[in-house]
Antibody, heavy 124, light 109 residues
């Protein structure tokens, strides 16, 4: 059974940093691309960042580029999101998510498994 | 950046009716890179359709996807009570970058 378990969320002041982690199990982690997707309270889905199976392709939404850094450790079956210079508008539930494919443009990609999310609240 | 516009924003239908949801892209999208998701309150999204028309594992055949270029459609042939939810389209663009549409809420009439 595929499991994605996020951790690291919490209340943080504007301008501070936070690091999210995602522990993956139930599949061959280093075969698949991974993503972070967020959802602000009562709002729609927003893709934050994605990383290919071997970290060779990485992408960010414009809203987080230069502030957030995605990484993965295939030996530890883990995905990370380092979030710096946090803003109130970064407040959201952050989902760790697995892609069907190893890279963004191979085959027929789609996000087929999602964690339950970790809540990040940016407020003074 | 490709923008995905979903319509209508809300669809009010009765169980057993047909639902037709639209997703329009601001520029042409490869069908291979267009997906649809369902999200119910308090739950993570669920992949319904990938490659514009292929059903994900375990998705009932009342769900179907179609379209190409800039216009894509998700059709639910006969609404079941568990289908009332919010639906999102999503595309994989260059850079790499993914974008979601704003969502369509299918509610009980």
């Amino acid at each position: 059974e595929v499991q994605l378990v996020e951790s690291g969320g919490g209340l943080v002041q504007p301008g501070r940093s936070l690091r999210l982690s995602c522990a993956a199990s139930g599949f061959t982690f280093d075969d698949y691309a991974m993503h972070w997707v967020r959802q602000a309270p009562g709002k729609g889905l927003e893709w934050v960042s994605g990383i290919s199976w071997n970290s060779g392709s990485i992408g960010y939404a414009d809203s987080v580029k230069g502030r957030f850094t995605i990484s993965r450790d295939n030996a530890k079956n883990s995905l990370y999101l380092q979030m710096n210079s946090l803003r109130a508008e970064d407040t959201a539930l952050y989902y760790c998510a697995k892609d069907r494919e190893g890279d963004f443009w191979s085959g027929y990609p789609g996000i087929d498994y999602w964690g339950q999310g970790t809540l990040v609240t940016v407020s003074s | 950046e490709i923008v995905l516009t979903q319509s209508p924003g809300t669809l009010s239908l009765s169980p057993g009716e047909r639902a037709t949801l639209s997703c329009r892209a601001s520029q042409s999208v490869s069908s291979s890179y267009l997906a649809w998701y369902q999200q119910k309150p308090g739950q993570a999204p669920r992949l319904l359709i990938y490659g514009a028309s292929s059903r994900a594992t375990g998705i009932p055949d009342r769900f179907s996807g179609s379209g190409s270029g800039t216009d894509f459609t998700l059709t639910i042939s006969r609404l079941e009570p568990e289908d009332f939810a919010v639906y999102y389209c999503q595309q994989y663009g260059s850079s790499p970058r993914l974008t979601f549409g704003g969502g369509t809420k299918v509610e009980i009439k």
